[in-house]
């Protein structure tokens, strides 16, 4: 493959705590490691960009204010960013770019913040915060991260979440689940950062890129993940 895999960082500058980041990384890493060259595009607000030439789009976590401060911004895209995930776009969005990807997170304080609603949920801010190691009983198998979150994420009844809770509190603290999945665009409170540590979740958003862009089904080379799947143990451990 010649032409770049485009990976789209959205809000670097607000949308960036306990190490998301790392995501970018671990995606970029894991293409070069296989000899596909890569294209780091960042967006953040102001920034035009036309999220259907990105292969996949990260975003991650940011407190209430940083969310205040980029809603506007992601209200604008929204049209942008629906049809970019209906035309099979992978995007991973982490804690507070994944509450605004649901539809609104009113805060502790009781202000609203208008999301997109990507996906079927809505947050609400509590008044503790959740905080702790995870392990997500998932298709990926176990994913391991590092959640911390005053907003409990309510999915709709007909809205896929990414897996089941086997330690920690994911969503809610109360359904069991955690994150959600439409289409091609995940949300998760997993930071940690979560794909450097679930190098399956990694290659998958890999492979739904590829394939969306007429690549043969297959197999991605396979790779030593002997330290990955050592940090995930060890992130499992802890409380
Ligand atoms: N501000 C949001 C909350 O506390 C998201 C926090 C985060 O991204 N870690 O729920």
């Not at 809000?11 to 060259?37: K, Q, S, V």
């Not at 049209?79 to 502790?108: K, M």
């Amino acid at each position: 493959m010649t032409v770049p895999v485009v990976l789209a960082h959205l809000y670097p500058r607000r949308m960036n705590i306990y190490g998301d980041i790392g995501n970018l990384l671990a995606l970029r890493r894991r293409l070069e490691w296989r000899d596909l060259p890569v294209r780091v595009v960042t967006i953040d607000e102001g920034d035009r960009f036309d999220f259907e030439e990105a292969d996949v789009v990260v975003a991650g976590g940011g407190e209430d204010a940083s969310q205040l401060a980029i809603a506007s911004d992601l209200v604008e895209r929204g049209p942008a960013i629906h049809r970019a995930v209906a035309a099979g776009v992978a995007f991973l969005t982490v804690c507070g770019t994944y509450q605004l990807f649901g539809r609104r997170f009113v805060t502790a304080d009781g202000s609203e913040i208008p999301g997109i609603g990507v996906f079927g949920a809505e947050t609400f801010g509590g008044g503790t915060r959740m905080i702790g190691n995870v392990v997500v009983h998932s298709p990926w198998g176990d994913l391991v991260g590092f959640e911390n979150h005053s907003g409990r994420t309510r999915l709709d009844p007909d809205q896929q979440s990414l897996g089941k809770v086997r330690r920690g509190n994911g969503n809610d603290g109360e359904s069991g689940q955690e994150g959600a999945i439409t289409r091609n665009c995940l949300g998760t409170y997993l930071h940690g950062s979560v794909l450097p540590k679930n190098p399956a979740l990694a290659d998958d958003l890999i492979r739904r890129a590829l394939a969306r862009r007429g690549a043969a089904p297959q197999a991605l080379a396979s790779l030593d993940d002997t330290m990955e799947r050592q940090a995930a143990a060890a992130a499992a451990e802890r409380p």
